[in-house]
């Protein structure tokens, strides 16, 4: 059934359904395969010091909490649009995000860690805030979506200038996220986001930090 037809409520409990299996789900499966995976080297890792690989977990786990935040921005968007072709419109950067999750933690994998033992508290907190600029309706909500992914591109820059240079592996993911976030937030801002208001990018901004923070260690 087309989720036009949904009511709200069926499409609240549709959205927690998805995020319960984001949360729960061991491995993401993944429509496309890994960057990590077209790499010609397929000896993973060998270059790698123990205190490098553990290095390359922390960023990837952020990167990792980064992605199960995606999922709940993207699921409260397309539940809380007034406009159901908007959520129609941004289901190509929803299903994009589905790979980043699957990519992040397959890569997590390889280097012998796992997600953030945080990750319901990722996912609930993006959830709400998603839902709230949501109810601001549907600028605000693109917009907020916008400039979420505008400051996950910087975070990227910067996990590229921090992991090991031997990393090939995490950085080709990293690389073709980088790409994708910055055709997302085009999405959301010519689908009509507005710019937020600075204090707002602020407290994202500050926000986003501190998650980091935990997620790299927790
Ligand atoms: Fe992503
Ligand atoms: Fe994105």
């Known amino acids: 059934m087309s989720d ?14 998805e995020g319960l299996r984001t949360v729960c789900a061991n ?27 553990e290095h390359a977990a922390g960023l990837m786990r952020i990167n990792h909490a ?5 999922q709940a921005l993207y ?18 950067a929803a ?19 796992g997600p953030s033992k ?26 907020f979506v916008a400039e979420t992914e505008r400051q996950v591109c910087a975070h990227l820059e910067d996990h590229l200038q921090r992991l090991p240079e031997s990393d090939a592996r995490s950085r ?6 980088h790409t994708e976030e910055a055709e997302h937030g085009e999405a959301a801002t010519a689908a009509g986001g507005s710019e937020l208001p600075r204090p707002v990018r602020d407290i994202m901004w500050a926000t986003s930090r501190v998650m980091a923070g935990l997620a790299y260690r927790f």
């Open 95 to 113: 299903d994009e995000e589905v790979d980043h999750l699957a990519w992040c933690g397959a890569r997590l994998e390889e280097l012998g860690s």
């Open 75 to 92: 699921q409260s968007q397309a539940l809380t649009a007034r406009d159901r072709d908007v959520a129609e419109r941004l289901q190509h």
């Open 118 to 143: 945080l990750t319901p508290l990722w996912y609930g907190g993006a959830f709400a805030i998603g839902t709230l600029a949501g109810v601001a309706g549907d600028r605000w909500n693109l917009g």
């Open 172 to 177: 080709a993911v990293v690389r073709q996220m």
């Open 4 to 17: 036009r037809h949904l009511s709200p409520i069926d499409r609240l409990i549709a959205g927690l359904d």
């Open 27 to 53: 491995r993401t499966r993944s429509a496309r395969p890994s960057p990590a995976d077209s790499l010609s080297d397929e000896g993973p890792d060998e270059g790698l010091s123990e205190d490098e690989r």
């Open 66 to 70: 980064g992605e199960v935040a995606a």
